[in-house]
């Protein structure tokens, strides 16, 4: 019989973790804290309607085709491509922007505002395709033995990206555009990173290119849930059993290393292998007692912005609505600058609302829709207490209506809120930080908590804190990659 596997936390990083080590002839059982698998990648049915509770779409799509074949299945996803990719309105005009793939439908979308769009964007794409294919065997899709491997790697990564490291994405689009629109369209990306584009790298202009040209971005038939209702089937028809409701709150160890994980009613679960899917910063501190990622280092380190999120089910159908739509301000600088620190509510807030019914009409009763609305806000060591969550929420659901032209207001009839402290507390979410440890140069690569312990030669990590970094895509190399590094030690 196979070694045996214990992973604490049925997020995407444990679940694509489990079926790649199943895959491989070991034996795995999942212990998650919270009463249903997904992690952030989960569901919410309330008064008959269904919202994905975090993520609304994914780029990257052929990292899943890889580990369903790698994994000997069928890929059971049907994936629908988004077109356009998203709308954005910006406060104070009726102007929508479509973003589309399609270069030149997407040139006619700027022509007022940015002469000669098309050739500008392709000259920027072009850049931002080589800094994608350049890095993403060198120092994305790669385990690092230390430092000097790591800073090996990079050095290997053409000279000419090198500037791009220290620039920020905001001074590069600058370089290229004079629309503060397009600028700040193009910039949303860094939100995907968790932070903003005055403080992110201008590398990650390589996530332009994954969206614009590359393989753009899909979202799944049925709603993202069926990514972890599918993963689930299938571990449980390999024989894996899930324990829910079971939190992993300390470690037994020795020398030779872990023995087991302890959860909060004390019972100790033994295995050969443990694989932590909890964040990978936070456990070695909070579980492990590392004085490296103590409370105080933790706080000193820099954590993606927190989620504010709603999910409000509506009478009516909404047509000033697509499936995907940011709403911005008109103080983008101003907003960016104070955003992560904020101690209150923002007055004029920046979100995104993604209507999944508008694709997937089982997802709300006939005639209805289901409203996410993800408002990106500071982590809780800025705010520290959402008792007011209603009076944001309330400010979202006035401006969202008076922008699209209708009484949402009146027409809610299921809503929920989860606050950064629900975030915190539903999945260990450091702070309640959305996406985990930022992308910096610092937090990067060997840089970032690794996913095999410093001390202990059997405990291993997997997800959005440990590399690669955050995002469906990537959490699904992460577990391509701790795999490659459990095998091949065990
Ligand atoms: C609001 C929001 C929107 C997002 N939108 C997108 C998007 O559109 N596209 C995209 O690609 N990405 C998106 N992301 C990011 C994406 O959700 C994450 O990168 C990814 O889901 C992280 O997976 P993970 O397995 O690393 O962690 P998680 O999903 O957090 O899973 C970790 C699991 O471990 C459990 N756990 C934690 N501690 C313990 C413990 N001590 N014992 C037992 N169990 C434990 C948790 O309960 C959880 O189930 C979004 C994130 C958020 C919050």
Redesign the pocket.
Known sequence: MGKKVII???????LTTALRLTTKGYQVEI????HQ?????NELKLDGFTFD???????MSYEFDELFKSCNMENPLTYQQLDPLYVVNFAGSDKRYHIYKDLKKLAEEFKHIEPDFEAKARKYLDNAKAIFHDTEYKVVKRNFNGITDYLLSLASVPWKHAPRMFRSMWAELDKYFVSHEVKVIFSLVAF?LGDTPFATPAVYKLLNYTELEHDGYWNVKGGMYRITESLVNELERRGVKIHYN????EVVADRSGVKAFV?QHGKEWTGDIFV????AAS?RGK?LKRKKYSEERLDKMHWTLA?F?IYLGVRGKIDGLQHHNYFLGTNFEEYADQIFKLSVNPQKPYYYVNVSSKSNPECAPEGCENLFI?CPVPDLRYKKSWKDEQELADTIIEDLGNRVGYDIKSNIIAQKIMSPEA?RD????YRGS???LAHGLNQIGAFRPANKDEEYSNLYY????TIPG??????VI?SKLVTERITHEH
């Not at 604490?8 to 444990?14: D, E, N, P, Y």
């Not at 698998?37 to 990648?41: D, F, K, P, V, W």
């Not at 509770?53 to 780029?59: H, L, N, Q, R, T």
């Open positions: 604490a936390g049925a997020g995407l990083g444990g212990l998650e804290k919270y698998a997904g992690g952030r990648l509770v975090g993520p609304s779409f994914f780029s995907f079971t939190e992993i709150v959860d932590s899917n909890s964040d456990f579980i989620p999120t993800l975030w539903h999945f260990n979410l959305g996406l985990g997997v997800g959005a804190s955050t995002g469906l895509p990537i959490v992460s």
